[in-house]
């Protein structure tokens, strides 16, 4: 048996309706705040992460250990090898080349003939100066024997006019002639020493007529052949180019105007040669001169090195690189160049609009009007490194010494082997 189901009319109750619709307007204002408030919490979360997620990935430092080492300052130069002690062998007369001796790479001793010039017209010369010497002679003779007539005369004609057998004019003719003989005697004796000056000349011509070596050394250069014509001038035409040894020879090489202060005598060097590209060569600094190397835009110097050359591998003219060591230290502290340079507010200065130069002066002064950085910013104004910490870097002053453009030596009581120093930083990107 079921129980009998009451139906409601449609419209229902209309207080009752009244009522109802009156507690849903009541609640629909409470349904949209509690909306608006749960979309800006999520919003407030969301954003919250995305901050904390930016702050874990923020700045990050890259850092180096500070290393104890040796640090070697050097200063490099090219120039080219030369024969030590090179003498460059011309002829002084003019002549035709009949015969050349030597050739290149001959060894010769002092003395040794290298060429002969014709000589027909210098044993000429030779001969018309002896012959004139011979003629000078005996108008030296004549002269004498004239002038001691002329004395002789003199003589007798003062006896006579002491005892007035003659006219005091013969005595004042007999001493005019006796002083014009004696002027003929001295005329003619010039005339001699002239003679002998040009048989003298002659000779020399004639022996410079056959060219030999001044040293012992070897034959670089012949520039000569047999029958050519040479012409001694203003300036000697050079034939033969010697060498006194080539076991030793010297390296000039060009020093830079910001190197050379560096450079001095004593120093160890080394060198390379595109001949030898794996094998190196040592040397030593034997002197720099004071006076710049003339026709370059660039100021130099040039520095003289030594060259052992027993074993006969290097070559006069070859074109070397040099290595030399100004300055060497002994196990100290070492960091890069780039944690010397390194300074976090260069990033600030840039979004600012200003321009850094990484490589500025450390003592540099700010010019008038110029904003200096805040105090603790690490300035250009001294030397300074960065520790890396678990916070922010912190800026330590350092002592810096020599550098080889690497790493540079520095001192400080904060700083030891094996100190984190911050070198560069990236930051997260932004958005």
Not at 274 to 280: G, I, R
Request: no cysteine; net charge positive.
């Amino acid at each position: 048996m079921t129980s009998p189901r009451t139906n409601e009319p449609a419209g229902g109750d209309p207080e009752v309706l009244r009522v109802v619709a009156r507690g849903k307007r009541r609640r629909w204002p409470w349904v949209l705040l509690a909306a608006v408030l749960l979309t800006a919490g999520g919003g407030g979360f969301y954003a919250w992460k995305q901050k904390a997620a930016a702050a874990a990935e923020g700045t990050k430092y890259q850092s180096q250990k500070v290393e104890r080492g040796d640090l070697r300052v050097t200063v490099t130069a090219t120039g080219t090898l030369k024969a030590r002690n090179t003498v460059e062998v011309g002829a002084e007369i003019t002549g035709r080349v009949l015969e050349v001796h030597v050739n290149f790479n001959d060894k010769v001793t002092k003395g040794q003939i290298l060429a002969e010039i014709d000589t027909e017209q210098y044993t000429a010369r030779v001969e018309e100066a002896t012959a004139q010497l011979a003629s000078a002679n005996a108008s030296l003779v004549n002269a004498r024997a004239t002038a001691n007539e002329a004395k002789l005369k003199l003589g007798r004609a003062e006896a006579m006019a002491g005892q007035g057998l003659t006219a005091a004019q013969e005595v004042e003719t007999a001493q005019a002639n006796h002083k014009r003989a004696q002027a003929q005697v001295s005329s003619a004796g010039s005339q001699v020493t002239l003679a002998h000056a040009s048989l003298k000349v002659a000779k020399t011509n004639l022996m410079k007529a056959v060219i030999r070596s001044p040293i012992d050394g070897v034959v670089l250069n012949r520039a000569v052949e047999p029958g050519q014509t040479v012409t001694s001038g203003l300036q000697t035409p050079v034939l033969f180019v010697l060498a006194a040894d080539l076991a030793e020879l010297q390296l000039n090489v060009q020093v830079d105007e910001a190197d050379v202060g560096a450079v001095k005598e004593a120093q160890d060097a080394s060198f390379t040669v595109d001949a030898y590209p794996q094998q190196t060569f040592v040397s030593k600094v034997l002197a720099v001169k004071n006076m710049p190397t003339a026709g370059t835009t660039v100021v130099t110097y040039e520095a003289w090195l030594s060259v052992d050359n027993s074993k006969g591998l290097l070559r006069p003219g070859m074109t070397a690189t040099a290595t030399i060591t100004t300055e060497e230290r002994k196990d100290v502290l070492l960091v890069s160049n780039a944690a010397l340079r390194f300074n976090p507010f260069r990033k600030q200065q840039q979004a600012q609009g200003a321009t850094v130069n990484p490589f500025m002066p450390m003592n540099r002064r700010p010019r008038p009007g110029q904003q200096t950085r805040p105090a603790g910013s690490g300035g250009p104004r001294e030397p300074a490194l960065w520790l890396s910490t678990d916070a922010e870097p912190r800026r330590v002053k350092v002592e810096v010494g020599a550098t080889d453009g690497i790493r540079t030596e520095v001192r400080s009581e904060e700083i030891g082997e094996g100190t984190e120093v911050v070198v560069s930083m990236t930051e997260a990107p932004r958005g």
